[in-house]
T-cell receptor
């Protein structure tokens, strides 16, 4: 049981290049999320997928697209990278436990450190 | 307006002492959840503790407890008997419902507090 995995761990892009960050979870969770973390700030939600086949914008979606490929996988794409997208990107998934009265513990991946020059 | 406010950019504590990390929140939703996460220098996000808005008692998990004061909209994290390994960034986060009555688990994070434990 690997939990939430993310690839790559590190990436350097030039302005204008594109790339896809990959995320997969093996916990059979329905909901998955992409966050970014900038220095001195907490995590901000980019996009989320409440269930397979659905995606919605979060707080900071501009410059990104997502794909919920199947229940396990949720990818984040930067079509034309900009220096403002230099950040650490976290993927997360949610375990809803009915017995806990609605507590949604989010399981986070290890993060991808992206630098755009 | 900030939904989650952590007013302490940095805190210092002596090993084996207790420390309180502050968190205030703003919501009009009567049903919400509050979380604390720890982020060590290695970067991973580690779930520590959860408090539901309808929970009658303060949450506890080992050395972590959450001082939940609903009327003041505060959810402070108390770490008892601090250890050197507690040195990390700590984030408070809130889950609210969106229109339609579900949250889909989305979290809003505060800016974090860096805790340093001195030997």
């Amino acid at each position: 049981n690997a939990g939430v995995t993310q690839t790559p761990k590190f990436q350097v892009l030039k302005t204008g290049q594109s790339m896809t960050l990959q995320c997969a979870q093996d916990m059979n969770h329905n909901s998955m999320y992409w966050y970014r973390q900038d220095p001195g700030m907490g995590l901000r939600l980019i996009y989320y997928s409440a269930s397979e086949g659905t995606t919605d914008k979060g707080e900071v979606p501009n410059g990104y697209n997502v794909s919920r490929l199947n229940k396990r996988e949720f990818s984040l794409r930067l079509e034309s990278a900009a220096p403002s997208q230099t950040s650490v990107y976290f993927c997360a998934s949610v375990d809803r436990r009915p017995s806990s009265g609605g507590m949604d513990e989010q399981y986070f991946g290890p993060g991808t450190r992206l630098t755009v020059t | 307006a900030q939904k989650i406010t952590q007013t302490q950019p940095g805190m210092f504590v002596q090993e084996k002492e207790a420390v309180t990390l502050d968190c205030t929140y703003d919501t009009s939703d009567p049903s919400y959840g509050l979380f604390w996460y720890k982020q060590p220098s290695s970067g991973e996000m580690i779930f520590l503790i959860y408090q539901g808005s309808y929970d009658q008692q303060n949450a506890t998990e080992g050395r972590y407890s959450l001082n939940f004061q609903k009327a003041r909209k505060s959810a402070n994290l108390v770490i008892s008997a601090s250890q050197l390994g507690d040195s990390a960034m700590y984030f408070c986060a809130m889950r609210e419902r969106v229109a339609g009555g579900t949250s889909y688990g989305k979290l809003t994070f505060g800016q974090g507090t860096i805790l340093t434990v001195h030997p």
